[in-house]
């Protein structure tokens, strides 16, 4: 049974993998990648502002977002 810290360090790792393959890191301006995880709830907000960019950042970070979702959901299956 991964431990409340693992689980959000997952989490936060997918979602930036996920930004940052559809991004050059000097293209984001800002992200925020807030996770939490209290009594198996997992709670994934993403935010990204790449003005410059001509990907949706909106369905980026929701993607991210489901990549985080994802990885926890691997990682308790391990």
Known sequence: MPTDDE???TASAAAEDV???RYDV???EDLDVTVTFEDGVLDVDVYVNA???R???AQVAD???LAARGAVDDLFEE
């Open 55 to 57: 990907q949706n950042e």
């Open 19 to 21: 930004v940052f393959s």
């Open 63 to 65: 993607d991210a977002a």
């Open 26 to 28: 000097g293209a984001v």
């Open 7 to 9: 689980v959000v360090e």
């Open 51 to 53: 003005p410059d960019s």
